[in-house]
T-cell receptor, first 116, second 116 residues
């Protein structure tokens, strides 16, 4: 499975934007970029995913570099509830028949601390 | 109206015992998963079932046996529990694989297993 690299931890103040980077220099053409987060004592939850174009949803935005070797998850206004571990994960499209078919391969993720 | 539920939430038991963790999803999904999160917080796939058929078994010891009585349930039975089995176990579900982009996985709240 293609690997991702994220900073171990980041800090932010409440109400400020947060940019969480992810490097994935070995990404293949069929890999989707997914972000999940895990709040304390909870199961992971889906945040956003994309393939080539930037994506927005109610939780966050995903900015994907033109060469797709890196991406950034953007939380526009951090709240205390956004304190979590954020995971950047590459997933093959099912039709690509890759080994990540049907599973999420979690790395260490980035621990985001939000200060009041 | 919980989407993915697990029981029990906490499980404390002695080495050598046999125990089960139950998982149910009411999302109408065809695919279910078990993940293990160890003391270092690494999350790792254990099993995946698609339409009650095992499709992923990530070299988990055969003391672990998943059982899917129907598409809405995937239970995890563990024989002869060992100290190293202590972890948080998460169940997840998603739509059937092979339908377009990799699909979102929805996680349960986790079961914290402590083996004494």
């Amino acid at each position: 499975d293609a690997k991702t690299t994220q900073p171990n931890s980041m800090e932010s103040n409440e109400e400020e934007p947060v940019h969480l980077p992810c490097n994935h220099s070995t990404i293949s053409g069929t890999d989707y970029i997914h972000w999940y987060r895990q709040l304390p004592s909870q199961g992971p939850e889906y945040v956003i995913h994309g393939l080539t174009s930037n994506v927005n949803n109610r939780m966050a935005s995903l900015a994907i570099a033109e060469d797709r070797k890196s991406s950034t998850l953007i939380l526009h206004r951090a709240t205390l509830r956004d304190a979590a571990v954020y995971y950047c994960i590459l997933r093959d499209a099912p039709y690509a028949g890759g080994t990540s078919y049907g599973k999420l391969t979690f790395g260490q993720g980035t621990i985001l601390t939000v200060h009041p | 109206d919980t989407a993915v539920s697990q029981t029990p939430k906490y499980l404390v038991t002695q080495m050598g015992n046999d125990k089960s963790i139950k998982c149910e999803q009411n999302l109408g999904h065809d695919t279910m998963y078990w993940y293990k999160q160890d003391s270092k917080k690494f999350l790792k796939i254990m099993f995946s079932y698609n339409n009650k058929e095992l499709i992923i078994n990530e070299t988990v010891p055969n003391r672990f046996s998943p059982k899917s009585p129907d598409k809405a349930h995937l239970n995890l039975h563990i024989n002869s529990l060992e100290l190293g089995d202590s972890a948080v176990y998460f169940c997840a579900s998603s739509h059937a694989l092979g339908r377009g982009p990799p699909d979102t996985q929805y996680f349960g709240p986790g079961t914290r297993l402590t083996v004494l």
